[in-house]
């Protein structure tokens, strides 16, 4: 089963820019959709950004225009590219994928999940 390992989180300042990886091993994500989510404390985990295979891409309303999701498909590696952060969207941040062949943000098709990168945006 593949295995997926999130990284870039850090401590941002509002208005600033971060950058997540998130890197695959056991397996190959050239044929998975992969999506962003993320976990602010004391909420539930919501849907981000989605990219498909085909490179297709979906973004909730909240990231459209300043997040930008990627994949690398010799690496292995999806990425999402966040500019202008806002302080309410410190969260834990975290990658996941499932069978599903299109775009989703829908949390219960994603089945594999990586452990989770902490963003904190903050002056």
């Known amino acids: 089963q593949v295995h997926l390992v999130e990284s870039g989180g850090g401590l941002a300042q509002p208005g600033g820019s971060l950058r997540l990886s998130c890197q695959a091993s056991?397996?190959?994500?050239?044929?998975?959709?992969i999506g962003w989510f993320r976990q602010a404390p004391g909420k539930g985990r919501e849907g981000v950004a989605s990219?498909?295979?085909?490179?297709?891409?979906y973004y909730a309303r909240a990231a459209e225009g300043r997040f930008t999701i990627s994949r690398d498909n010799g690496k292995n590696i999806i990425y999402q590219d966040m500019n202008n952060l806002k302080s309410e969207e410190t969260a834990v941040y975290y990658c996941?994928?499932?069978?599903?062949?299109?775009?989703?943000?829908?949390?219960?098709?994603?089945?594999?999940w990586g452990q989770g990168t902490q963003v904190t945006v903050s002056s």
């Open positions: 990219i498909a295979s085909d490179r297709h891409t």
């Open positions: 996941g994928t499932g069978v599903m062949v299109m775009c989703s943000l829908r949390i219960g098709e994603y089945h594999v």
């Open positions: 056991g397996g190959s994500l050239d044929f998975n959709t």
